[in-house]
């Protein structure tokens, strides 16, 4: 894709031109060197547009119908209430063949074809937690085009919801009743950083399982301390497929919303997020800078080889690795990279 002026891409996304943001997050992701450039030039004019949207992230188990449920509450937010919605939808990538399906959009019929919603599939690329590694970067791209409200849906409740819970404001866990012990499944560390569970799927003849899980979690939670923020986490049921329950979940995102804005602790929470995404970006920019490394490079492989033979430790090798990298004076060490 021909890349265009700064200003082009800029004009485009604050005009809330779907085809612009698209081309705008394209370039966030790229992995190219020389998107690098545009793409911090991009991020600098846009982050004074920032920050006016309500964060929502959505995990769960595979099979919960995160998507269907995103689908519905949508369509809640753009047909009932009269607002728009961005869904950053992160699929999981093979980690054989690094390929993603990127299917979001079948599965989310109906938001698929509104004009006041805006799907972007990302593969994981194996990034840790599901979300892809520039989902903070696209989110404040959809906020400075003026989406309002902003889902992120991960891959599924792993190994690192911190990731989510890191650069959303609302926390939501959907889960299913009728799996055997509702309780055997709760994981404390997921626990501790919800701000609200639904129990999806609450239709039917699951309606009365629905309503003995909702009662089980919500016992459960009340044996954990209380958040600093002064919030409860709720447990609720809802139906995406039967659209019951979803005004009443996002009635609950809305409460979380005003508690947090009133006593001050959006704020430090966007702090906190903001000094996250540093931390994150900087690991990105050394690991970036480690591989470019010639010296690095060029042994890496052979050291591969000789941990999978079994000729060396994966201990020695890391340390031979990162020696190489700190006795490399620093403009050698960039050479590549400004070559």
């Known amino acids: 894709m021909r890349r265009l002026p700064v200003e082009r891409y800029v004009e485009g996304v604050l005009g809330g031109d779907r085809t612009a943001l698209a081309r705008a997050i394209t370039i966030i992701e790229s992995n190219l060197p020389s998107d690098g450039e545009l793409a911090a030039r991009l991020l600098d004019a846009l982050l004074p547009s920032t920050g006016g949207s309500l964060r929502v992230g959505v995990t769960g188990v595979p099979g919960v119908g995160k998507s269907t449920f995103i689908d519905a509450l949508g369509m809640h937010l753009i047909r009932d209430r009269g607002e728009n919605v961005a869904v950053l939808s992160v699929d999981p990538s093979s980690p054989i063949s690094g390929g993603s399906i990127l299917g979001d959009k079948t599965r989310m019929e109906r938001l698929a ?124 049921t809802c139906s995406s497929t039967a659209n019951e329950g979803i005004a009443e979940v996002w009635r609950m995102v809305l409460a979380h919303r005003e508690l947090l804005a009133g006593n001050g602790f959006l704020a430090r929470l966007r702090n906190a997020q903001a000094l996250h995404w540093m931390n994150e970006l900087t690991t990105m920019g050394l690991d970036d800078l480690f591989r470019r490394n010639r010296a690095v490079a060029e042994r890496l492989p052979l050291l591969r080889e000789e941990v999978r033979l079994g000729r060396t430790t994966p201990f020695a090798a890391s340390r031979e690795l990162l020696a190489l990298f700190q006795l490399r004076p620093a403009h050698d060490r960039l050479g590549r990279e400004t070559s």
Request: hydrophobic share 40%; proline share 4%.
């Open 113 to 236: 074809v509104e004009e006041r919603a805006f799907i972007r599939p990302s593969p994981s690329q194996g990034h840790l937690g599901g979300v892809a590694r520039r989902t903070r970067e696209t989110m404040l791209l959809c906020e400075a085009a003026g989406y309002r409200n902003l889902l992120v849906e991960t891959v599924g409740v792993g190994q690192s919801e911190t990731a989510v819970r890191s650069m959303t404001d609302f926390f939501l866990l959907l889960m299913l009743a009728g799996a055997g012990d509702e309780l055997q499944g709760m994981k404390r560390g997921i626990i501790e950083m919800l701000d609200g569970m639904a129990i999806n799927k609450a239709d039917g003849d699951n309606k009365p399982a629905a309503e003995r899980a909702r009662t089980e979690y919500a016992g459960a939670l009340h044996l954990f301390p209380a958040s600093a923020d002064g919030w409860t986490p709720r447990v609720l």
